[in-house]
């Protein structure tokens, strides 16, 4: 009974780790009539003075420590407002979660176009300011292409979250906020209180998915600045898949994506140790 989902697991998991292991200590390229040869760790040596490497790296922890926190904390107060119990609130819990049900292919075109010089966010900036204030070519500037896509990735990925906080608050017993409104406490105090402790495993599953989800950033980047200006929106993954596909070098990439395992499993078992459960 079992045995179909084992063989997917093998085919789509087991199989390419271990390709991806041995790939990493030989010279294999996508497309070649020489065969791969052992080269030991020579493609270790190579990705630790690989600069590129490093600045990926560093756009790949920028890129998490801003989403992380934005996108799990807006998503927490979507949540907050989406809980109320009035009429109409339907409506914004559908409106809020429609982003994300949109291919993250069609958001990024859409708001490449939103980006461009003369697309609708300057626009909205020129008439705001009465024409003082021209935004910048977002997508072709080092200093603003990273932050333009944090921005579209938390509009298209908040309303997930929110859902997740959503059911976590309404797992939580009402008589605890019936007793803090008994002893006089304020909104902030109950939250602080009570909603907050009662969230305590929906919070973990939250920072751990949308880190996750964060280092994993490759969709917005490849379809919006392929990396670009100046390597200013590279990451790992990103150079893993350019490097492995378009400079057709497997053994770099699989090096590069056991960099990418190493860390990704470093940083959620940090995050568990951190969000445990304290006697």
């Given at each position: ?254 090096v590069i994506s056991l960099a990418f395992f190493v860390l990704v499993l470093a940083v959620s078992l940090v995050q568990r140790f951190l969000t445990r459960e304290k006697d």
């Amino acid at each position: 009974m079992v045995s179909p989902a084992v063989f997917l697991l093998m085919l789509f998991f087991v199989i390419p780790v271990v390709l991806t292991f041995a790939l990493a200590f030989t010279n294999a390229r996508l497309v070649s009539p020489v065969p791969a040869q052992f080269t030991g760790l020579q493609n270790f040596r190579t990705l630790l003075d690989d600069p590129e490497f490093y600045k990926s790296l560093r756009n790949t922890f920028y890129f998490a420590a801003v989403i992380v926190p934005l996108q799990g904390g807006l998503a927490l107060v979507l949540a907050l407002l989406v809980n109320a119990k009035i009429k109409g609130v339907n409506f914004f819990r559908t409106i809020y979660f429609i982003p994300v049900v949109t291919s993250m292919v069609v958001v990024s075109i859409m708001w490449t176009f939103l980006y461009q010089r003369t697309g609708l966010i300057n626009h909205l900036i020129s008439q705001l300011t009465f024409g003082h204030v021209h935004g910048p070519d977002w997508l072709n500037n080092p200093s603003t292409a990273m932050p333009a896509i944090i921005l579209m990735s938390v509009w298209q990925g908040v309303g997930f979250h929110m859902i997740i906080w959503l059911a976590g608050l309404q797992t939580i017993p009402k008589d605890l906020y019936e007793a803090a409104d008994i002893d006089g406490a304020t909104r902030w105090v109950r939250f602080w209180y009570v909603t907050w402790p009662g969230l305590r495993a929906t919070r973990t599953f939250v920072l751990i998915t949308i880190t996750i989800a964060a280092f994993g950033l490759f969709t917005q980047v490849n379809v919006m600045t392929q990396g670009g200006p100046l390597d200013s929106t590279s990451t790992v993954i990103y150079q893993a898949l350019r490097t492995g596909y378009a400079q057709q070098q497997i053994g770099y990439a699989s090096v590069i994506s056991l960099a990418f395992f190493v860390l990704v499993l470093a940083v959620s078992l940090v995050q568990r140790f951190l969000t445990r459960e304290k006697d």
